[in-house]
């Protein structure tokens, strides 16, 4: 599809919005090799704090590459990171962070390859100070197959302008439309799937949170499975993920937003242990009642990849005596404003969490895969429930409301508000 085709295509799907590079006011994402610049895929801010950034970029071997930063969007005078090598152990791509930013401040950023022109503008917005009244908007979905391209329905995301995007897990399917084995062909998956234009626009202005589930490995793996630390590699080279510097492979981390909002995003994966009865593993579970027993944030949400209640032993169905441990925990505590977030089921849904003393986890997605409606969406642990679409979630949390309330929608591929419900921190 060429570049006006594409906009022909989200014309008619009715989320054309605002110019497409109003944003960024500069030539669009280029999606395949470009020799002119030496870069390749676009590019993805990720893990935004209050005062920095992560930016994913890949760039033709030999390259050198930096980063251009600034709040002009036509970065007349920028900052400039470092130039880093690209090299073959991470398939050409790099990811380089930006430090001493401003709180709550959009940035414009591009990469620039060392003797070449530099690429397109793209930009993102810093986190909001935690003692900040500001409103918070993100939106959160899962499950990109790759058969289903187009990702038309991140066109949508884009079009709701959030602050920004979590992708809540299966991130590549590596075990379907040929399956990936050796980390060249994980790493091919990855490539596949970044070359969407509809995912290129969206990430051009939101930066994305990601975790993983099992399909960045194989359907319903064990960390056992010989393939865990390839699919692992291959998902940390292609998403931006900061982690502390003695904790290569850590994917759980929380990140502040403003008054309102605290995310919590669990690896649901790499620490599962049967025996042991844990999802989690030790460390992380310590961390995260630690954490969201310690959080001032007014909302506290738990990010998790497989769903708190039904769908079988994969997801938390398959954890009873942790599930208990934590929904007890949350309750005997009193600790206010927890909500989960999940995908993995292929559906939107509202789950009032079974013996959950109140607590409900938001399911959403697909973003592009088939949709789950063997599911018995009549279940009485279902407060809403729908498998009839390319779907996502946005939660908009405002500080200065009282009492604070959050809202939720789901929207559609077609940028259609399909369901709305007001989530309370009290
Ligand atoms: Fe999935």
Redesign the pocket.
């Known amino acids: 599809m060429n570049r006006r085709e594409f906009l022909k295509s989200i014309a008619l799907a009715g989320v054309a919005g605002p110019a497409l590079w109003s944003q960024t006011g500069c030539a669009p994402a280029l999606i395949r090799p470009d020799p002119t610049t030496g870069l390749s895929l676009g590019y993805i801010s990720g893990d935004v704090t209050a005062n920095s950034a992560l930016i994913w970029l890949r760039a033709d071997p030999g390259s050198q590459v930096s980063v251009q930063y600034a709040k002009d969007p036509r970065l007349q005078t920028f900052l400039s990171t470092d130039e880093y090598p690209v090299s073959p152990e991470h398939d050409f791509t790099a990811i380089i962070s930006l430090e001493s930013l401003e709180a709550a401040t959009r940035y414009y950023y591009r990469a620039e390859v060392k003797g070449k022109m530099p690429g397109h503008v793209a930009s993102f917005v810093t986190a909001p100070r935690p003692d900040d009244d500001a409103k918070v908007t993100f939106c959160f979905s ?2 990109t ?1 790759e058969s289903y391209k187009p990702f038309m329905v991140m066109n949508a995301v884009r079009a709701q302008h959030p602050d920004f995007f979590m992708h809540l ?2 991130t590549i ?1 590596a075990d379907r439309n040929g399956t990936a084995r050796q980390l060249n062909e994980f790493w091919a998956k990855y490539r596949t799937n970044r070359d969407d234009l509809s995912s290129q626009y969206c990430f051009d202005e939101a930066s994305v949170y990601v975790t993983w ?1 099992d ?1 960045e490995v194989a359907d319903d793996y064990l960390p056992n499975n010989p393939l865990a630390p390839i699919g692992r590699k291959a998902f940390l080279d292609y998403w931006p993920i900061r982690h502390p510097s003695s904790e290569p492979e850590r994917i759980y981390r929380s990140v502040r937003w403003g008054r309102g909002v605290e995310l919590f995003i669990l690896d649901a994966r790499q620490y599962r242990d049967r025996k042991k009865g844990t999802i989690l593993g030790k460390a992380q579970k310590e961390w995260l009642l630690n954490g969201i027993a310690k959080s001032t944030a007014i909302f506290k949400f738990i990010v998790t990849s497989v769903p708190m209640a039904g769908g079988g032993s994969d997801r938390w169905d398959g954890f009873p005596k942790e599930r208990e441990q934590l929904l007890r925990y949350i309750n005997d505590k009193k600790i206010r404003g927890v909500y989960f977030l999940s ?2 089921m ?1 559906c939107a849904a509202i789950t009032k969490i079974p013996k959950g003393g109140g607590l409900k986890d938001i399911t959403a ?2 973003l592009a ?1 088939p949709l789950n409606r063997i599911t018995d969406g009549t279940a009485r642990r279902f407060e809403y429930y729908l498998a009839e679409n390319f779907n996502f979630g946005k939660i908009t949390v405002d500080p200065k409301t009282a009492p604070t309330s959050a809202v939720l929608e789901f929207i559609d591929q077609d940028n259609r508000v399909f369901h709305t419900a007001q989530l309370s921190a009290e």
């Open positions: 899962a499950d197959r897990g299966d399917y589930d399909h995908g993995d292929h997605g697909p895969a």
